[in-house]
């Protein structure tokens, strides 16, 4: 699986959107990019999951670059239940069960 | 879905003791998941099965761990004569079948070593 990199915090107004960026420019063509997320003391809970292009669930909406070489995850409305580690994987899809967290994103949200 | 139950939640062991945990994964999901995660890091894979075999071990899981799942249901983890480095959250993950990026994880349980 590729690796990824990802700012190790950010803060975000409650209200606002928050954007969090990930970068994966070893991707490769059939990998996928996964976000979750962490709240304190949960398991990580599966956000939202795309290959090249943009999604958008309840949750989040996902871009990903042209180049597939990064991706950001969009909260639109940040609220301060959204205050968690959230973590970009990258995974080939095929035969592969497992996920590969990296350290993640601390992002709190400021009331 | 009542979601993936684990037990116990916490559990303090004295080194070189033996210790279970019990996953309880969301009913008609046939893939279950084991991971470990250690303060500021994101969960490292143990192992996972499909139903009832495991089909993939990590490095990371030495041969004082041991899992099973034996009617394709709730899973066990044991780990046997801990040491103080096996001090983690162990979580454990379920998916349907042909959606392994969906994970749902359950609260995990944390095993402190002294």
């Known amino acids: 699986d590729a690796k990824t990199t990802q700012p190790p915090s950010m803060d975000c107004a409650e209200g606002r959107a928050a954007n969090l960026p990930c970068n994966h420019s070893?991707?490769?063509?059939?990998?996928?990019v996964y976000w979750y997320r962490q709240i304190h003391s949960q398991g990580p809970q599966y956000i939202i999951h795309g290959l090249k292009n943009n999604e958008t669930n309840e949750m989040a909406s996902l871009i990903i670059t042209e180049d597939r070489k990064s991706s950001t995850l969009i909260l639109p409305h940040a609220t301060l239940r959204d205050t968690a580690v959230y973590y970009c994987i990258v995974r080939d899809s095929f035969g592969n069960e497992k996920l590969t967290f990296g350290t993640g994103t601390r992002l709190t949200i400021i009331p | 879905d009542t979601g993936v139950s684990q037990d116990p939640r916490h559990k303090i062991t004295k080194r070189g003791q033996n210790v279970t945990f019990r996953c309880d994964p969301i009913s008609e999901h046939n893939r279950l998941y084991w991971y470990r995660q250690t303060l500021g890091q994101g969960p490292e894979f143990l192992t996972y099965f499909q139903n009832e075999a495991q089909l993939e071990k990590s490095r990371l899981l030495s041969d004082r761990f041991s899992a099973e799942r034996p009617k394709g249901s709730f899973s066990t983890l044991e780990i046997q004569r801990t040491e103080q480095g096996d001090s983690a959250m162990y979580l454990c993950?379920?998916?349907?079948?042909?959606?392994?990026?969906?994970?749902?994880f359950g609260p995990g349980t944390r095993l402190t070593v002294t």
């Open positions: 070893t991707i490769s063509g059939n990998e996928y």
């Open positions: 993950a379920s998916s349907r079948n042909g959606k392994a990026y969906e994970q749902y």
